[in-house]
């Protein structure tokens, strides 16, 4: 039996690993989660190899106590602050997260584990220097908090492989979607406040680009560098290579719909917004081995999802 963490494992992404990674009978899978912006909700129900508690990542005596009770094999740490408005308003919860990042690697590192998965984000980028953006030349002029809680954590991995030689790999997740993603995100936003009607609000002229990875598309990449022992320590990112403006998503919604929604424009956000978002996925191809998931088909998955859920 194969012990694996995951803290934040009732998130969005981190749900969707759990499921996946519970589908091998072998793997015996221990999530970690504070329910503030996870839920029950997004873990398998009735399985005899699901273990949840509810522990504070940040807190060395909270889960230190979970790491010596079960020994595990492998780590992922998905646990952080996550939203950009939830982000900018509580920088000091954010900050706080670098304690979980070093706790997470400390008792990893004195328990045995043979490697640790790190959820990173394409905030590292901060404003793009170059596109699209490469693992390689991570510039290190991001200015939020979050972003900067992000490259700290790249840089702990990245100490503790060279001082105590624990094995690593780093996922830049950039805008990944699917049907149980919340509203605090644009796609379930624009996609819940069409299927009502509702005014869609856009900061600025919402011409700044996403590039729109479906949730399968992020699981499926980094299940297959988890059993295939692929980009050991290493940075991958992992997103979709094809640029959407927001205003484009907008409209794209709408359409889809068939909304009677209007687009009101806002004062864009003072910060936090970033102009443009296009990854190199070149590494991420790889490991996927297939054609990513198109944002048409994706958004459709997800309002039949959203229809099929206000039904129930």
Same mark, same amino acid.
């Given at each position: 039996m194969t012990k694996i963490l995951v803290t934040g494992g009732a998130g969005f992404i981190g749900g969707a690993l759990v499921h996946k990674l519970l589908e091998n009978k072998e793997n015996f899978v221990v999530v970690t989660d504070l329910l503030t912006t996870g839920y029950l909700h997004n873990l398998p129900r009735n399985n005899t190899n699901l273990k949840f508690i509810k522990?504070?990542?940040?807190?060395?005596?909270?889960?230190?106590?979970?790491?010596? +009770?079960?020994?595990?094999?492998?780590?992922?740490?998905?646990?952080?602050?996550?939203?950009?408005?939830?982000?900018? &308003?509580?920088?000091?919860?954010?900050?706080?997260?670098? &304690?979980?990042?070093?706790?997470?690697?400390?008792?990893?590192?004195?328990?045995?584990?043979?490697?640790?998965?790190?959820?990173?984000?394409?905030?590292?980028?901060?404003?793009?220097?170059?596109?699209?953006?490469?693992?390689?030349?991570?510039?290190?002029?991001?200015?939020?908090?979050?972003?900067?809680?992000?490259?700290?954590?790249?840089?702990?991995?990245? +100490?503790?492989?060279?001082?105590?030689?624990?094995?690593? $790999?780093?996922?830049?997740?950039?805008? $990944?979607?699917?049907?149980?993603?919340?509203?605090?995100?644009?796609?379930?936003?624009?996609? $819940?406040?069409?299927?009502?009607?509702?005014?869609?609000?856009?900061?600025?002229?919402?011409?700044?680009?996403?590039?729109?990875?479906?949730?399968?598309?992020?699981?499926? +990449? $980094?299940?297959? +560098?988890?059993?295939?022992?692929?980009?050991?320590?290493?940075?991958?990112?992992?997103g979709n290579d094809n640029e959407t403006a927001i205003l484009h998503l907008a409209k794209l919604i709408i359409h889809e719909t068939n909304s009677s929604s209007k687009i009101i424009f806002q004062a864009p956000l003072p910060e936090g917004d970033m102009t443009r978002r296009k990854p190199d996925i070149a590494k991420m191809k790889i490991l996927l081995n297939r054609e990513l998931l198109p944002l048409v088909e994706g958004i459709r998955m997800v309002i039949k999802s959203v229809k099929e859920n206000h039904k129930g």
């Open positions: 522990c504070d990542v940040n807190n060395f005596k909270s889960i230190s106590s979970v790491f010596y +009770a079960f020994s595990f094999d492998y780590v992922f740490h998905y646990a952080a602050v996550v939203g950009v408005k939830r982000t900018l &308003e509580n920088p000091l919860s954010v900050l706080h997260d670098i &304690e979980g990042i070093d706790n997470v690697l400390s008792l990893s590192k004195d328990t045995g584990v043979k490697r640790v998965f790190y959820s990173s984000s394409s905030e590292v980028y901060g404003e793009p220097v170059e596109l699209p953006q490469n693992e390689d030349t991570t510039p290190l002029n991001s200015k939020l908090p979050y972003a900067i809680v992000k490259n700290v954590g790249e840089a702990y991995l990245k +100490a503790y492989k060279k001082e105590f030689n624990l094995d690593y $790999t780093i996922f830049r997740f950039f805008n $990944t979607y699917g049907p149980r993603q919340t509203s605090d995100f644009v796609m379930r936003k624009f996609i $819940t406040l069409a299927l009502k009607n509702s005014d869609i609000p856009i900061y600025g002229t919402g011409e700044q680009t996403r590039t729109f990875c479906y949730i399968d598309d992020n699981i499926e +990449a $980094t299940m297959n +560098a988890f059993y295939g022992n692929l980009g050991l320590n290493d940075v991958f990112n992992v």
